[in-house]
């Protein structure tokens, strides 16, 4: 492929196909990403223990505050780029790089920092079972020991990403998940190094994708190209980016800090439903990339087109997002329900934990309808520089009103499991209810950030 394909402008062409060409290695690298806590998860349950299998699984909303706060400052970087890009000003596209990637390698000590030391902490909050305890801290010592590579990758691939390269983001993505599975296998199997294997597996495997993406930034020809004699950060270009990412960030990291929290209350019903929860997260994860994937894609495509100074043909973009993101998830859930069994089996196949697994998948399944709105609503928002809205309204849904409901069907209603666990798909009807009427009466455009 010449330089001149490898970066995409989507501010002429077919709306539906710059979404759809854009989303499709997004979809597959993302899959592909979720691959790493999948075979850690299935390697560790079928392998090494249920507390193993309960404390690699329960400890996702401590990785993902960390991780959500980074990935949504990254996004302020993405939607500075695309929109410089989109304006046409490709010398700025090329100081937004640099200013990202040194901003990026703060972060790394920053967050492996506070990920080791906090780790008790963390898990003390999410009230974590004494028996799984040991397991969990082990495998989040080692993980935040490594998280480098995760951060490098994902603020690389966002850089190429916001100029419309999605594949070889991908193909890095591939080669990191087949390293994951082999080491995996490897070192739980033939050494039998238990979760410390698993979280090896996957900080050696974030590493080589980070390298990959850094060795493609390095030599490309395109206006993201990096040099050592340009990691400097500008500081106009860190406040642009600060300004969008800082919002989202703090939604991000609120949001998953609220799921330690909901966690904790499952954790209360013991070590099988918080196996149950583990199982269901999977296919959770799997649920929410159709929306994801096209909500970053729309967020690059409304950046473009408000940097090159067309708004209507952004609102009809995100009007294409929305029924993308409608019609894919509905065609994952199908075969999800009909096959709901066997998908909870494949992580665990105790029968209480599967039992308890299939009633959470057929309860929850549905609402992710619903969440399609506000993920693609948030992303758009976000990408035509306005992050401070859809900050206020996640963080009001899903912290304030999520955390309202649990509290009072703990108490005064009904505390069982299903019932705990609607918590979610309660925290994303509020946020589609309270979007839907923000979009419907604020009607003023946004002005670009590149202007």
Known sequence: ??????????????????????????LLGNAFQLLYNTVDTWVVGNFVSDEAYSAVGSVGPIINMLIGFFSGLASGAGVVISQYFGAGKRDKVGVASHTSVVMTLVMCLLFTAVGVLGTPLFLRLMDTPEAVFPEA????????????????YNIG????????????????????????????????????MGVEGVAYATIISQGASAVLVFITLFVTELPIRLTLSGMKPDMKVLGKIIGVGIPAAIQMAITSFSNIFVQGYINHFGKMAMGA??????????????????????????????????HERAKRGVRTSLLLSIISSAVIMIPLFIFAPEACAFFNDSPEIVSIAIKVVYWVTPMYLVCCYNQVMAAAMRGEGNSKVPMIIMITSFVGVRQLYLFIMANFISNTFIPIVYAMPVGWIAATLMLFVYTRFNKKEKKSLVD
Not at 137 to 152: D, N, Q, V
């Open 157 to 192: 691939a966002g850089i190429l990403r916001a100029i419309g390269d999605s594949r070889r983001p991908f193909y890095f993505l591939v080669v990191s998940a087949l390293l994951n599975t082999v080491l995996d296998l490897v070192f739980v199997i033939n050494f039998g």
């Open 1 to 26: 492929m010449t330089t001149a394909k490898r970066q995409v402008d989507m501010t002429s062409g077919s709306i539906t196909k710059h979404i759809i060409l854009f989303a499709i290695p997004l």
């Open 137 to 152: 801290e082990r495998y989040l010592t080692i993980y935040f020991a490594g998280i480098s590579g995760l951060l490098l």
């Open 277 to 310: 929860w583990t199982t269901f997260h999977k296919l959770d994860q799997f649920l929410l990339l159709p929306m994801q994937t096209i909500s970053i894609a729309a967020t690059t495509f409304v950046g473009q087109n408000i940097g090159a100074g067309q």
